[in-house]
C-alpha cells in the first residue's frame, strides 16, 4: 500500500553531515511507523533510527545517539535522517522503512515495507 523512495546519499568526510529524505506513496503515511536501517558490505541489516506514527516519539540505535536525527513530516510524506558527525564506520546502503502501528520496533522482519535504499560514503 505504501511505496518508498530514499535520496541524499552521497560521500562525505569524516565529521560531515548528510540529510538523508525518503518520500512515500499513498494517503494514509501518518499512520506509519516509519524507520531506518543500513547495511555495510557483508554484514547484517541494523536498526538505525525510529520515529512513531502517533507520538513522533523517537528511538537510536545507541551508535546514532547525539549524532543522528530522524523526523517526519506528513504533509509531505516525507521522513528524514539527519546524519552529523560522520565516521567511515556509518558507510552503508541506508534503507527507509515502514510499518503500520505505533510501536517503534528494532527488527527487520516487523517492517512491511522497504526503499531500495542510498548509498552514504564516509571517507577518512
Known amino acids: 500500500q505504501v511505496q518508498l523512495v530514499e535520496s541524499g546519499g552521497g560521500l562525505v568526510q569524516t565529521g560531515g553531515s548528510l540529510r538523508l529524505s525518503c518520500a512515500a506513496s499513498?494517503?494514509?503515511?501518518?499512520?506509519?511507523?516509519m524507520g531506518w536501517f543500513r547495511q555495510a558490505p557483508g554484514t547484517e541489516r541494523e536498526f538505525v533510527a525510529g520515529?512513531?506514527?502517533?507520538?513522533?516519539?523517537?528511538k537510536y540505535a545507541d551508535f546514532a545517539k547525539g549524532r543522528f536525527t530522524i523526523s517526519r513530516d506528513n504533509a509531505k510524506n516525507t521522513v528524514y535522517l539527519q546524519m552529523n558527525r560522520l565516521k567511515p564506520e556509518d558507510t552503508a546502503v541506508y534503507h527507509c522503512?515502514?510499518?503500520?502501528?505505533?510501536?517503534?520496533?528494532?527488527?527487520?522482519?516487523?517492517?512491511?515495507?522497504w526503499g531500495q535504499g542510498t548509498q552514504v560514503t564516509v571517507s577518512s
Open positions: 499513498g494517503r494514509t503515511f501518518r499512520t506509519y511507523t
Open positions: 520515529i512513531s506514527s502517533s507520538t513522533g516519539g523517537t
Open positions: 522503512a515502514a510499518r503500520s502501528g505505533f510501536s517503534i520496533l528494532v527488527s527487520n522482519g516487523e517492517y512491511d515495507y
